[in-house]
């Protein structure tokens, strides 16, 4: 068997193995979503509650009761559940995510445990609005927009939708979109330039890690790298106006 048709095969085993086990609920051990319910499937870092812990301590450093949040690359809903629970019933989490099965889970997720005022959208976030291919022949937190993708999506602008009124002004802005920071940042300009939003984005390479910290210094803002130590480029960012 070929490198290529294995990793085919153990992508389709994992893909199949977490379907099978996707109604198998538990409760998380620690953490900012200690006791609630979260699918087995997702990985034992969401079970015991350290997942992600420094961008989770980031986040919870800067987010606010009452905030309106955009999770863009939602996930499975992490991000989106903690505002969630900060939130109780105030602000608003509106999140995008394109991934059917991350679809699946975040939904689970959000309904199992009755969290409120959250708005999900099946769609990638990008410069324009339109059906874009999406690759989702790797792991679950790593598919992205390309042109060689398996999948068709859709895909919003997001500065579009708040310039016409169809999402409000954002208090803070999570990206994760595995390449497309660029794309992202460059369709909100106008709104961060204007609103200051909190903003927590993950860098994929160090052309989008560039780009990403001249913008925000363009911007104005005051940044902080959660993971100095990375090389490749891939790192978290937070970043909050001076």
């Known amino acids: 068997m070929t490198p290529n048709l294995m990793n085919n095969f153990v992508m389709k085993l994992k893909h199949a193995l977490k379907l099978l086990f996707s109604g198998v609920y538990v409760k998380i051990k620690s953490g900012p979503l200690k006791g609630k319910k979260w699918s087995i ?23 606010r009761r009452g905030s309106i949040f955009f999770d863009i690359g939602a996930h499975i809903g992490y991000y989106s559940s903690i505002a969630a629970e900060v939130n109780k019933s105030s602000g608003h989490i509106y999140a995008f995510e394109p991934r059917p099965m991350n679809i699946r889970f ?7 445990n009755k969290f409120e ?18 690759d989702d022949n ?6 992205f927009v390309t042109s060689e993708g398996n999948l068709e999506v859709r895909q919003l602008s997001l500065g579009r939708m708040v310039k016409d009124g169809s999402l409000p002004v954002p208090d ?12 992202v940042l460059s369709n909100l300009r106008d709104i961060i330039s204007s609103a200051r939003p909190g903003i927590l984005v993950a860098t994929h390479g160090k052309e989008c890690r560039d780009f990403t910290e001249k913008f925000l210094t363009e911007n104005n803002y005051s940044f902080r790298v959660l993971n100095p130590e990375a090389v490749s480029g891939d790192t978290e960012i937070i970043a909050v106006p001076r």
């Open 106 to 112: 975040f939904r689970k997720h959000i309904g199992i």
């Open 117 to 134: 005022n959250i708005t999900l959208y099946e769609a990638a976030a990008g410069e324009t609005d339109g059906m874009v291919r999406f």
């Open 138 to 143: 790797h792991g679950s937190a790593t598919g």
């Open 172 to 183: 803070f802005i999570k990206i994760d979109v595995e390449g497309g920071e660029k794309e």
């Open 41 to 63: 499937a997702s990985g034992y870092k969401f079970i015991r509650g350290n997942y992600e812990q420094y961008k989770t301590n980031a986040f919870l450093e800067h987010f």
